[in-house]
Structure formats: C-alpha cells, structure tokens
Nanobody, 120 residues
Framework: QVQLVESGGGLVQAGGSLRLSCAAS?????MGWFRQAPGKAREFVAA????????DYADNVAGRFTISGDNAKSTVYLQMNSLKPEDTAVYYC????????????????WGQGTQVTVSS
C-alpha cells in the first residue's frame, strides 16, 4: 500500500503561480496529478516516471505547468504558472506501480486532494 501526502495549493489571482508537492510512502513507477472542478469529471493534468523521467501533460496546461520529481524522496512537484480561473479545482496526487500515468491510464493510488482556487 502506498500513501500519498500532498501539500501546497491555496488561493491565487489570475496570472499568479503556485506549487504543489506530493510525497509517496513507497516505491512507484510514475506519479502525477489529476484535478476535478465542481460539476466536472476528474481529468489528467501531468505525470512523470522514475525510469528516464518521461513527462506527460494535458494540452490545456502544457507550457504553463511543469512537473518534476525527486526520486530519492519519492516526491513530485507541480509548478503552476500563468494560472487561470479555469484551473480552479481540487488537485489530486496519483501514482501507478508499473505504468506511466497519462490520459486513459487509471492510477492505483490517490492522495486526499488539495484545493487550488484562482480568482479573476
């Protein structure tokens, strides 16, 4: 069993930046972030794997968000820049033990979620 502990998030004005962090209690193959806005389905945001460092991004965050990781600490970071009101959502850390997280790959583990609110 892998536990994911998130930190970061909060309230920021449009155009601002925030950084999310997520630490895993055990070894994983890939970690990443999903988000869920009120009334909408949960969607993939970004992911990274520990084997080669491959990264994947959703089209609507590419160029604004950057995912990075510290393998020794089993921790991933999501740097979010140029935030927009439509980025407002609960952001969930996620992990998979043997696959790259991306659109269409369902995580095996989830964090508890952290709220990100972007005001206009």
């Amino acid at each position: 069993q892998v536990q994911l502990v998130e930190s970061g998030g909060g309230l920021v004005q449009a155009g601002g930046s925030l950084r999310l962090s997520c630490a895993a209690s055990g070894r994983t193959f890939s970690m990443g972030w999903f988000r869920q806005a009120p009334g909408k389905a949960r969607e993939f945001v970004a992911a990274i794997n520990w084997s080669g460092g491959r990264t994947d991004y959703a089209d609507n965050v590419a160029g604004r968000f950057t995912i990075s990781g510290d393998n020794a600490k089993s921790t991933v970071y999501l740097q979010m820049n140029s935030l927009k009101p439509e980025d407002t959502a609960v952001y969930y850390c996620a992990a998979h033990l043997y696959r790259q997280l991306r659109v269409g790959v369902y995580p095996e583990y989830w964090g508890q979620g952290t709220q990100v609110t972007v005001s206009s």
